[in-house]
């Protein structure tokens, strides 16, 4: 079949965030079943990484796209296109976010890219690009192209958890405006596919009773021919690791909690432990909090993005994601589990993948209690062996690309 992948990143090598590796992933994979298409929001100085995302084997339509990096003419024009879309939000009650990622003129460009693929099924990735899923459902001739949705997370998920979490009026009350914004456009989107996917049980059940219809579930994976389990304990000093982009502000959110209440208790139990924080964006939380001198005097090491992540999962004993808020299935989890690393997090983190802890991770609270699972998990050489061979296996069973894009391959012929 001729499948036409339409996602708002480009997702070459350095893609840097966990939905970013995601769609990478599945683009190498399906290219191995079909005949793929990438149509990718380019955006400046990203012109140059196109041909990395031609190298997974799929054709690319870049389709420019402004952000804050524009410059000159380009920049002067991003103003009265964020101020039209904060416009269309007004009037059609969907989150300014999902309105500035739409224009008529890219609207126009990803039409005329489905008639001359002229693929057999579209994926829409993201649910801020679910305005395109709508256009090309008006605009479509027959029973084709079949269009499927990916959401990767319901949008009101976090923002409902943001408000909840908030400690002003304010903040809550407009965390809940978003929340609602998000539920009218997922349950809209819907109606604009012919199946729409969520990556989570607990996410399907949550759309399911806002209204959502013709709905899958189907994860996102992890490629598990690249990623080994090559992990044992380390000697020496007990390390402990988290990865995530800091652009993403459940990392940052996350990040606080562990700096401000978590560590200060594990180094208090293990004077010598290194806490090592690995992801893109972390030097302006570095920053806010006294630079890297500071931060090495309270055991952490911060090293900004990494191109291989093999060996800092091999030096750490355990990997830590203390989440409280986002939504869908979170990679760096995944590609932990898929390392062999024991791997403790919170009922959050563990959405979608072992909501229950079982054999494959530990769960633990998102308060100070989380520094007692750290602990116990980094000096129980029986449970963290048990751990990291029952994610293992968990990845292999339920998460590998294979069995995912098999799954995909049925919805887009409508057998599933």
Same mark, same amino acid.
């Given at each position: 079949?001729?499948?036409?992948v339409?996602?708002?990143?480009l997702?070459?090598?350095?893609?840097?965030?966990?939905? #970013? !590796? +995601? %769609?990478?992933? @599945?683009?190498?994979?399906?290219a $191995?079943?079909?005949?793929?298409?990438? *149509?990718? =929001?380019?955006?400046?100085?990203?012109?140059?990484l196109?041909?990395?995302?031609?190298?997974? #084997? !799929? +054709? %690319?339509?870049? @389709?420019?796209?402004?952000?804050? $990096?524009?410059?000159?003419?380009?920049? *002067?024009? =991003?103003?009265?296109?964020?101020t039209?879309?904060?416009?269309?939000?007004?009037?059609?009650?969907?989150?300014?976010?999902?309105?500035?990622?739409?224009?008529?003129?890219?609207?126009?460009?990803?039409?005329?890219?489905?008639?001359?693929?002229?693929?057999?099924?579209?994926?829409?990735?993201?649910?801020?690009?679910?305005l395109?899923?709508?256009d090309?459902?008006?605009?479509?001739?027959?029973?084709?192209?079949?269009?499927?949705?990916?959401?990767?997370?319901?949008?009101?998920?976090?923002?409902?958890?943001?408000?909840?979490?908030?400690?002003?009026?304010?903040?809550?009350?407009?965390?809940?405006?978003?929340?609602?914004?998000?539920?009218?456009?997922?349950?809209?989107?819907?109606?604009?596919?012919?199946?729409?996917?969520?990556?989570?049980?607990?996410?399907?059940?949550?759309?399911?009773?806002?209204?959502?219809?013709?709905?899958?579930?189907?994860?996102?994976?992890?490629?598990?021919?690249?990623?080994?389990?090559?992990?044992?304990?380390?000697?020496?000093?007990?390390?402990?690791?988290?990865?995530?982009?800091?652009?993403?502000?459940?990392?940052?959110?996350?990040?606080r909690?562990?700096?401000?209440?978590v560590?200060p208790?594990?180094?208090?139990?293990?004077?010598?432990?290194?806490?090592?924080?690995?992801?893109?964006?972390?030097?302006?939380?570095?920053?806010?909090?006294?630079?890297?001198a500071?931060?090495?005097?309270?055991?952490?090491?911060?090293?900004?993005?990494?191109?291989?992540?093999?060996?800092?999962?091999?030096r750490?004993?355990?990997?830590?994601?203390?989440?409280?808020?986002?939504?869908?299935?979170k990679?760096?989890?995944?590609?932990?589990?898929?390392r062999?690393?024991?791997?403790?997090t919170?009922?959050?983190?563990?959405?979608?993948?072992?909501?229950?802890?079982?054999?494959?991770?530990l769960?633990?609270?998102?308060?100070?209690?989380?520094?007692?699972?750290?602990?116990?998990?980094?000096?129980?050489?029986?449970?963290?062996?048990?751990?990291?061979?029952?994610?293992?296996?968990?990845m292999?069973?339920?998460?590998?690309?294979?069995?995912?894009?098999?799954?995909?391959?049925?919805?887009y012929?409508?057998?599933?």
């Amino acid at each position: 079949m001729k499948i036409l992948v339409l996602t708002p990143y480009l997702p070459h090598r350095r893609v840097g965030h966990g939905g #970013g !590796v +995601a %769609v990478r992933d @599945l683009l190498s994979w399906l290219a $191995r079943r079909h005949e793929v298409t990438a *149509a990718c =929001l380019v955006r400046p100085g990203e012109a140059g990484l196109v041909g990395e995302v031609a190298e997974l #084997g !799929v +054709a %690319v339509e870049p @389709l420019p796209f402004a952000d804050r $990096r524009a410059s000159g003419r380009e920049r *002067a024009s =991003l103003y009265w296109r964020r101020t039209g879309a904060a416009a269309r939000a007004a009037r059609s009650g969907f989150p300014v976010y999902v309105e500035k990622y739409w224009s008529a003129d890219l609207s126009r460009r990803v039409a005329d890219v489905v008639a001359r693929v002229r693929p057999d099924a579209v994926q829409v990735e993201y649910l801020q690009m679910s305005l395109y899923c709508r256009d090309l459902r008006l605009g479509r001739q027959g029973a084709l192209p079949r269009l499927v949705l990916n959401t990767h997370e319901l949008g009101s998920v976090p923002r409902e958890r943001r408000a909840g979490l908030a400690r002003g009026p304010v903040a809550r009350s407009w965390a809940g405006v978003e929340a609602a914004r998000w539920r009218r456009l997922q349950v809209a989107a819907c109606g604009w596919a012919d199946r729409t996917l969520c990556v989570t049980p607990e996410d399907r059940a949550l759309l399911e009773a806002m209204g959502g219809v013709r709905l899958a579930t189907v994860p996102l994976g992890i490629d598990l021919e690249a990623i080994r389990p090559d992990w044992s304990p380390p000697a020496g000093p007990r390390r402990y690791l988290f990865v995530g982009s800091f652009a993403h502000a459940p990392n940052r959110s996350g990040m606080r909690l562990l700096l401000d209440e978590v560590w200060p208790r594990v180094r208090g139990a293990q004077p010598d432990a290194r806490l090592e924080i690995v992801g893109r964006g972390w030097e302006t939380m570095l920053a806010e909090r006294g630079g890297s001198a500071a931060a090495d005097a309270q055991g952490v090491t911060a090293t900004g993005y990494v191109d291989d992540l093999a060996p800092v999962f091999r030096r750490c004993h355990v990997f830590a994601a203390p989440l409280t808020e986002g939504g869908g299935i979170k990679i760096k989890v995944l590609e932990a589990l898929a390392r062999g690393v024991p791997v403790v997090t919170t009922h959050v983190g563990a959405e979608g993948i072992a909501p229950e802890g079982g054999n494959a991770l530990l769960l633990a609270p998102a308060d100070a209690g989380f520094a007692e699972a750290m602990l116990r998990l980094a000096t129980d050489a029986g449970l963290a062996g048990r751990l990291a061979r029952g994610g293992r296996e968990l990845m292999e069973e339920r998460f590998g690309w294979e069995a995912i894009t098999g799954r995909l391959s049925r919805i887009y012929a409508g057998q599933d």
